[in-house]
């Protein structure tokens, strides 16, 4: 008990007695403390004290986590998540046992899922669903959707560059398949008039002749490319349209690469 004589104000109990004492137990005993204080009118009324145990490793143990440091990085890792789980109102059985079920990256993606639910308070029972979401795997399928509505512009123009590069990485892999196939059906007469009309191409430009001439795989691929070149129908509107692909979101890009 506190007396009234002693400490008049409960900051200057907590500061001089609770926190010397905690301080004092973590570094000299495997004891550990921590406190929740009652309060009426802003007054402290009760204290109520939880003791954990903080046990310290041995000489052996210490031996054993130098000796496998992949060991030791899974169980600071484990005991990390299982930190999270409890302050997300876990219990720590079923942290532990999670933690150790499951896999650090697919817990953190349900916890980043079930945040996302909880802003938006759909959930009553956030513990608990994280739970379910952990052990039946639940897909955030409105990730993609809620990730573009709280975005940057730099971060809406970045992912919108990311997705033309994949998408004209799709279309060059296309024409080439289909650039390949027209080259190797090509008659005898007509493969020599696309060579010719090739190596007139590279009079004019020296940077490219020189690429050509370094090498019979680079020479390949140029053609390829100048074939490919006197085709519309291998153009990136006609692909699209091949494979039902939607250019609108990348219609100033295509203009200023100049594959409009």
């Not at 046992?97 to 029972?125: P, T």
């Not at 399928?141 to 990311?162: F, G, I, L, V």
């Amino acid at each position: 008990m506190m007396g009234d004589e002693e400490y008049k104000q409960f900051c200057d109990f907590r500061r001089w007695v609770l926190k010397v004492a905690q301080k004092e137990l973590a570094e000299k005993t495997d004891i550990a403390f921590s406190w929740q204080e009652e309060k009426a009118r802003q007054k402290c009324i009760a204290i109520e004290f939880i003791i954990t145990s903080q046990k310290r490793p041995d000489a052996a143990t210490i031996d054993v986590r130098e000796a496998n440091p992949a060991n030791s990085k899974l169980i600071e890792q484990e005991f990390s998540i299982v930190s999270t789980l409890i302050e997300l109102g876990v219990s720590k059985k079923t942290a532990e046992q999670l933690a150790k079920q499951y896999g650090e990256d697919h817990i953190r993606e349900k916890i980043i899922y079930v945040q996302a639910q909880q802003r938006e308070g759909k959930l009553k029972n956030p513990a608990g669903f994280l739970v379910e979401a952990i052990k039946n795997g639940y897909q955030d399928t409105q990730a993609k959707e809620r990730k573009a509505r709280t975005a940057s512009p730099e971060e809406r123009e970045e992912a919108t560059r990311k997705q033309w590069e994949a998408l004209k990485a799709k279309w060059s892999a296309w024409r080439k398949q289909r650039t390949e196939a027209l080259i190797a059906a090509l008659d005898p007469a007509a493969l020599e008039r696309e060579e010719a009309a090739f190596r007139a191409s590279l009079a004019g430009n020296s940077a490219l002749r020189k690429l050509v001439e370094k090498s019979a795989e680079n020479a390949a691929r140029q053609f390829r490319i100048h074939v490919a070149g006197q085709r519309a129908e291998f153009g990136l509107p006609e692909w699209a349209r091949a494979v039902g692909a939607d250019l609108s979101p990348f219609l100033d890009l295509a203009r200023i690469e100049g594959k409009l």
